[in-house]
């Protein structure tokens, strides 16, 4: 036998014959010892996403290509959506397929290539920042209910701003459109759109700011990555709606503004409601406003008709108050010849009842001064002396109820039931 790989010898020559899977899992060994982890750059081929979010490609370059598996977890850390033809690095594992003894790369990271150091400093920039509380939600402020105008800071030669300004014209013509004009992309871009920011907040003649650009890759965009650029955003006095790039795209001019869209137009829409929900508003209101007017004069005028018919005639007023008068006085002697009668027969009552409530509250004293006098009888000392018991006193009178208290030739006194004596200590004994 071949030993661990399960190859075995044959053939005059004594070449090894492998099964295929044991081919397979020494080469797979093999990579894993030489190559295993590896990192490839090349363009993208064939790209697909399964239902199991699995993604299947090729990478390729002009001296060959490689099959490449991504498996779900992996690819949900992506950061971009992959697509043909564009240039990534991937970071994975060689191995072999054993179902169809393809090598293939398992992908554990990919992003977009030549965009690596930018990416790096986004990412400190990003942690730097929101550390500070730069993106806390907490600051961000409301947008504008209705705005008495609005500001764009954008190129005057970028398609976004074609984008919101015809959004703007098409939900709200009546709200004025204020450009701050500012490059977009380029060394000096940064620069001009804080200064953009700075005059919108001094000039103070716009409710809320657009900072907008169409998509484009991270070196395009990266001026809206711009630390100064972020801590203007912050420092504005008015709100700003963040729309750069694709619904993809994040810049840290997004996470700094008040409010991130998609893109340009999503962030125009963002920022004023359409002129036909004010106007159907406006609608329902003056409508409400109709209808209680109307209810408040048909209100008056029955009010009137009463009155008026009240004072037509007025013996008839008169007359009514008159029997109304005489109802409430027919009332009052009923009323009061029926309370005589009620407390006539409760005084009737209580005549017959007081003489023996008074005989059993009587009968109820007595009782009490019976026992009384009973608990008194039995506190008596004179009901002790007479079963043989005696109480000793000193000749000042204080009583003495130990034998401590006395000495020999003490006089001291014995009451007794019927009488006292006279006695003097001869010996007292402590027991």
């Given at each position: 036998?071949?030993?661990?790989?399960?190859?075995?010898?044959?053939?005059?020559?004594?070449?090894?014959?492998w099964?295929?899977?044991?081919?397979?899992?020494?080469?797979?060994?093999?990579l894993?010892?030489?190559?295993?982890?590896v990192?490839?750059?090349?363009?993208?081929?064939?790209f697909?996403?399964?239902?199991s979010?699995?993604?299947?490609?090729?990478?390729?370059?002009?001296?060959?290509q490689?099959?490449?598996?991504?498996?779900?977890?992996?690819?949900?850390?992506?950061?971009?959506?992959?697509r043909?033809?564009q240039?990534?690095?991937?970071r994975?594992?060689?191995?072999?397929?054993?179902a169809?003894?393809?090598?293939?790369?398992?992908?554990?990271?990919?992003?977009?290539?030549g965009?690596?150091?930018?990416?790096?400093?986004?990412?400190?920039?990003?942690?730097?920042?929101?550390?500070?509380?730069?993106?806390?939600s907490?600051?961000?402020?409301?947008?504008?209910?209705?705005?008495?105008?609005?500001?764009?800071?954008?190129?005057?030669?970028?398609?976004?701003?074609?984008?919101?300004?015809?959004?703007?014209?098409?939900?709200?013509?009546?709200?004025?459109?204020?450009?701050?004009?500012?490059?977009?992309?380029?060394?000096?871009?940064?620069?001009?759109?804080?200064?953009?920011l700075?005059?919108?907040?001094?000039?103070?003649?716009?409710?809320?700011?657009?900072?907008?650009?169409g998509g484009?890759?991270?070196?395009?965009?990266?001026a809206?990555?711009?630390?100064?650029?972020?801590?203007?955003?912050?420092?504005?006095p008015?709100?700003v709606?963040?729309?750069?790039?694709?619904?993809?795209?994040?810049?840290?001019?997004?996470?700094?503004?008040?409010?991130?869209?998609?893109t340009?137009?999503?962030?125009?829409?963002l920022?004023?409601?359409?002129?036909?929900?004010?106007?159907?508003?406006?609608?329902?209101?003056?409508?409400?406003?109709?209808?209680?007017?109307?209810?408040?004069?048909q209100?008056?005028?029955?009010?009137l008709?009463?009155?008026a018919?009240?004072?037509?005639?007025?013996?008839?007023?008169?007359?009514?108050?008159?029997?109304?008068?005489a109802?409430?006085?027919?009332?009052?002697?009923?009323?009061?010849?029926?309370?005589?009668?009620?407390?006539?027969?409760?005084?009737?009552?209580?005549?017959?009842?007081?003489?023996?409530?008074?005989?059993?509250?009587?009968?109820?004293?007595?009782g009490r001064?019976?026992?009384?006098?009973?608990?008194?009888d039995?506190?008596?000392?004179?009901?002790?002396?007479?079963?043989?018991?005696?109480?000793?006193?000193?000749?000042?009178?204080?009583?003495?109820?130990?034998?401590?208290?006395t000495?020999?030739?003490?006089?001291?006194r014995a009451?007794?039931a019927?009488?006292?004596?006279?006695?003097?200590?001869?010996?007292?004994?402590?027991?």
């Open positions: 036998m071949g030993g661990a790989s399960g190859a075995r010898a044959g053939g005059a020559a004594g070449v090894r014959i099964p295929v899977g044991s081919l397979l899992r020494a080469i797979a060994d093999s894993e010892a030489r190559f295993n982890p990192a490839v750059q090349g363009e993208i081929s064939g697909s996403r399964a239902a979010g699995h993604c299947y490609f090729s990478l390729k370059d002009d001296q060959g490689i099959r490449c598996a991504m498996f779900r977890r992996a690819a949900s850390l992506l950061d971009f959506a992959p043909d033809g240039m990534v690095e991937l994975g594992r060689l191995g072999v397929y054993d169809r003894g393809e090598l293939q790369l398992v992908v554990e990271s990919m992003r977009q290539a965009q690596g150091s930018l990416f790096e400093q986004f990412l400190k920039l990003k942690a730097r920042l929101e550390a500070e509380g730069l993106f806390d907490s600051r961000k402020r409301p947008l504008p209910v209705m705005p008495r105008a609005i500001g764009v800071v954008t190129s005057l030669g970028a398609a976004a701003l074609h984008d919101v300004v015809t959004a703007l014209q098409r939900r709200a013509p009546h709200i004025p459109v204020i450009i701050y004009p500012a490059s977009v992309q380029g060394g000096q871009a940064a620069g001009e759109l804080r200064e953009a700075v005059k919108a907040g001094q000039r103070n003649e716009v409710d809320v700011l657009l900072l907008v650009r484009g890759a991270m070196e395009d965009l990266w809206f990555n711009d630390e100064q650029l972020a801590r203007a955003i912050v420092a504005s008015m709100p709606v963040s729309g750069v790039g694709h619904e993809t795209d994040f810049t840290i001019a997004d996470f700094c503004a008040d409010m991130r869209a998609p340009p137009t999503a962030a125009a829409e920022s004023v409601q359409p002129q036909a929900v004010w106007l159907d508003a406006l609608g329902s209101v003056l409508s409400r406003l109709q209808n209680g007017v109307d209810r408040q004069l209100s008056c005028n029955q009010r008709d009463m009155v018919s009240r004072f037509s005639r007025p013996s008839h007023f008169v007359t009514r108050q008159q029997a109304r008068l109802a409430h006085a027919q009332d009052l002697q009923h009323a009061t010849r029926t309370a005589s009668v009620r407390f006539a027969g409760s005084l009737e009552a209580l005549e017959a009842k007081f003489p023996k409530a008074i005989a059993d509250a009587l009968q109820k004293q007595a001064l019976e026992n009384a006098q009973l608990r008194l039995l506190l008596n000392p004179a009901l002790v002396l007479r079963r043989g018991y005696a109480w000793l006193t000193d000749v000042e009178g204080l009583a003495i109820t130990k034998a401590s208290q000495h020999i030739g003490q006089a001291v009451t007794l019927d009488g006292e004596v006279d006695l003097t200590v001869s010996a007292p004994r402590l027991i």
